[in-house]
């Protein structure tokens, strides 16, 4: 197989040697997996025996972990370690992490994520490690290109359209996406083209609920319609499902803009309104909310349908 091109969002960390330690934290939080599996790609296509672990809030409080990041490996010349969320960790494992990197073991690279930005803007200043905050496009085309390249190594074609669909709906998560993108080239079989229809068949279904049908009545102010469809959608809904329904009302909107779909565009005004509102729901999904998810979404909904 072909070895995978690494996202341009992280071509100048891959140009060299491996940093001790990496952040990504806004809108890119998601993307620790690719970054690790971007390293991991290119060590062992450079003939680097590398070793990669993936540790747990569990695995964080039951190893001693500046014991695990020095102690070399007889079997390896790398060894990556991806972490949990800095924000789900105890301050005292933040501060370890911090320790360390004052002179961290040369065979070791440490992977971290942040979803409280606030939080992760003040450790990206920890010395020895690089940091980025990639913006959400970023991070949904850096989604999108590997799911192409992934789907394409497993004889499959993946259009950029239908992979930055798949992204968006997803929640803007590697992990999300890794798993998702095996279940649809799998119900895709051996067609040779994944579609968007079959992201939607594996991907979208939540019941009888279409996520669709739900942004079409929003955009139409259909508030009966709207919320009928909302209320069926959250009765079987995972908190994670509404980050994915918001990234679905968005993808939606953004066709309507460009005059895709059997109902025509969008005013101008109405979108900028929907927009504005998608945005503020992902800030208070994302900790700026002491509200449930449900009610959340359910409230913003509201407030666009008066």
């Not at 091109?5 to 940093?19: E, N």
């Not at 001693?64 to 990556?80: D, L, Y």
């Not at 101008?268 to 900790?287: C, M, Q, T, W, Y």
Request: charged share 30%; hydrophobic share 45%; with cysteine.
């Amino acid at each position: 197989m072909k070895p995978v091109d690494p996202p341009p969002i992280f071509r100048k960390w891959l140009a060299g040697d491996p940093a001790p330690a990496y952040l990504l934290y806004g809108d890119g939080a998601g993307l620790a997996g690719l970054l690790a599996r971007s390293w991991e790609g290119k060590l062992r296509g450079e003939g680097v025996p590398i070793e990669s672990f993936r540790w747990t809030l569990e695995d964080l409080a039951r190893e001693s972990p500046t014991a695990a990041w020095r102690s070399p490996s007889f079997f390896s010349r790398v060894r990556i370690f991806t972490l949990p969320d800095l924000a789900e960790m105890k301050k005292a494992h933040r501060e370890e992490i911090k320790a360390y990197l004052d002179s961290p073991e040369p065979s070791a690279v440490l992977i971290l994520h942040g979803t409280d930005f606030r939080q992760a803007r003040g450790f990206s200043t920890t010395r020895n490690l690089l940091s980025d905050a990639p913006r959400e496009e970023k991070a949904v085309e850096a989604l999108a290109g590997h799911a192409v390249s992934a789907a394409a190594g497993g004889g499959a074609k993946l259009t950029r359209e239908s992979a930055l669909f798949l992204a968006r709906w997803v929640g803007v998560s590697f992990d999300a996406l890794d798993a998702e993108l095996g279940k649809v080239l799998a119900f895709a079989g051996g067609r040779g083209e994944v579609v968007e229809e079959d992201i939607r068949a594996v991907c979208v279904a939540r019941g009888d609920v279409d996520p669709f049908r739900l942004a079409d009545a929003l955009v139409r102010k259909d508030g009966k319609a709207c919320l009928s469809l909302f209320r069926r959608f959250a009765a079987a809904a995972e908190p994670d499902d509404y980050h994915k329904l918001n990234g679905a009302v968005a993808w939606f909107l953004r066709n309507r803009i460009q005059g895709k779909g059997s109902a025509g565009g969008v005013t101008p005004r109405r979108a900028a309104e929907i927009f504005r509102v998608l945005s503020r729901i992902d800030r208070e999904l994302k900790g700026e909310s002491r509200l449930s998810p449900g009610q959340v979404y359910e409230i913003r909904l509201l407030s666009l349908l008066g």
